[in-house]
């Protein structure tokens, strides 16, 4: 049953699937933490990013890689403005509300790409895209091995930002308390906005590390939300080394699941596990109680 | 029960509808309007009146559908049979996902992400195992007479669908006058505050979240028997749960009329969006979308608060 020569390979897969899901999840954990507001329309913002990198190499030639300090800080702006423009007025003080208006917006989102672009699956072709690295027996894609890279790189920038800055030290301090937050001068508004804008930020880079080896479709974020759900919960909400954690947990299930149940079964793994954690430990392995 | 005057004078003008119509494309308008009336009336009763929102009610909507198709394709049993035995299965799965859900004190986002996740497991399990067909679906012969649940005029759907909206118009108004709708609603509004004056939360949302489930397996085994076909992407897939939701949202969650009205506006606009765009894919449901933000924002009360308001005004004119 428990073949090494394919429970190592599939594991490792698993390793560096999930760590650009836990690059989606450290902007949803983030938004959550801070703003205290599930964003359903995270998987629409990813596939509005990977569109973006997908035109910028087909229409203008410009590497995925390289296409970062583009798409990164589009779509932080993106994110700044839709919580200042759009989510930020929808409270009224009721949660449901913005969950309403963030599904809404997915809504939106999806189909206005369906229809622009049809419902075609688009890849883009790099040289580099079946490129391998030997890591003794095993050989790995490389643009894996470096979404792996780079996803414990940007956990390290997030832990960083949070601790080290003042822009850090005002996101913690609203989470923790808005109105006291408020009353020693920091500008609720911009941070609520900054948080967002920088969860919607991961986005971008999730979007360069996964289309070298990924598709983009109008629906390819629906499946990634939900992952990205998963794993939020299960590294609990708003806690940030909980989304790393999370993010590589859930992306071996599912490449183990995928091995051992088959294609279309093994997805039910991340499932049952994000059903389970939420009945008996909805705060996650690493959340605190509230 | 003070809305019944008002239930049958809406059944008194809609039944002879189908003999005013004269036509295929208006009538099967109709259904489509009343079928997702049907099911955001479903929805209306756990998330409007008991303020459990949920986002996967494609749950109860595609085990109601699956139990119809397959009982009848598989085992031979009356499609009308299998129709109420759909409304059991639909409440079956509710007071599953309910019990699991509820018990562990889940609520608000949680609550919504678990019911999603439900739907998503029904989904890949539907896809994977024999008996529904996987992926390549169930299709329903076509054996056409009344007695089968399969009629060859489209009026006959249209008075079944017509049946079902004022089902749960009935189900919703008795809501309103009962001591289970009050002590719904009183959960809705202050949950610990329902629990210190002695009202038992917990059963009264699994009571709730049941009858929401039957309802909307009732659904779906309608949606079965009128287009005779089903996979797993129609029964569990994230459309059903979107519209049993936008429906009440639109026309106004927690009244009566809300769903009703939700469904007529939205699927006019619907229409009217695919004419206007010749049918390009998405572009309705763009529209869809950016209502349902705009309404959040300027009229979180929906339609039929607007209705109420206005009336209140011209009240108060004359």
Known sequence: ??????????????????????????????IYGVLHIINFAHGSLLMLAMYGVFFLYTLFGIDPYLALPIVVPTMFALGYGLQRGVISRASHGKDENILLVTLGLAIVIDN????????????????????????????????????????????????????????????????????????????????????????????????????????????????????????VVLGGMGSFMGALWGGLIIGVTESLGGLYLGESLGQIGIFVLFILVLLFRPTGLMGQRS | MKSIPAIALFTLLMAPLPWLLQSEYLLNFAIMALFYAFLGQAWNVLGGYGGQFSFGHAAFFGTGAYTASILQVTFGVNPWVAFVLAGVSGGGMGLIVGFLSFRFGLKGAYFALVTLAFAEVLRILASAVEFTGAGVGILVPLQQSAANFQFADKTGFYLVALALVVLGLLVTASLESSRFGARLIAVREDEDAARALGVNAFEIKLKAITLSGAMAGLAGSFYTQYFLYLDPAIAYGPAVSIEALLVPIIGGT????????????????????????????????????????????????????????????AGAGS
């Open chain 2, 254 to 313: 927690g009244t009566l009329f809300g769903p009703l009205l939700g469904s007529g506006v939205l699927h006019s606009i619907s229409e009217f969006a695919q004419h206007l765009t010749a049918g390009a894919p998405g572009l309705n449901l763009v529209i869809y979308g950016a209502i349902m933000v705009l309404m959040v924002l300027f009229l979180p009360s929906g339609l039929w608060g607007l209705v109420v308001r206005i009336r209140a005004k």
């Open chain 1, 112 to 231: 206005l790409a369906l229809y622009l672009w049809s419902s075609d699956t688009r890849i883009i072709d790099t040289p580099y895209a079946f490129a391998t690295i030997e890591f003794g027996p095993v050989l790995v894609s490389t643009p894996k091995v470096i979404a792996l890279v780079a996803a414990v790189l940007i956990a390290v920038l997030f832990w960083l930002l949070m601790t080290r800055t003042d822009l850090g030290k005002a996101i913690r301090a609203v989470a923790k308390e808005r109105t006291g937050a408020e009353l020693v001068g920091i500008n609720v508004d911009h941070v609520y906005a900054m948080s967002f804008g920088l969860g919607i930020a991961c986005l971008g880079v999730a979007a360069c590390l996964l289309l070298p080896t990924f598709y983009v479709t109008p629906h390819v974020g629906f499946a990634f939300v939900l992952i990205a759900f998963t794993v």
């Open chain 1, 1 to 30: 049953m428990l073949e090494l020569e394919l429970f190592i390979p599939a594991t490792i897969n698993g390793l560096t699937n999930g760590a650009v899901y836990a690059v989606i999840a450290l902007g949803l954990t983030l």
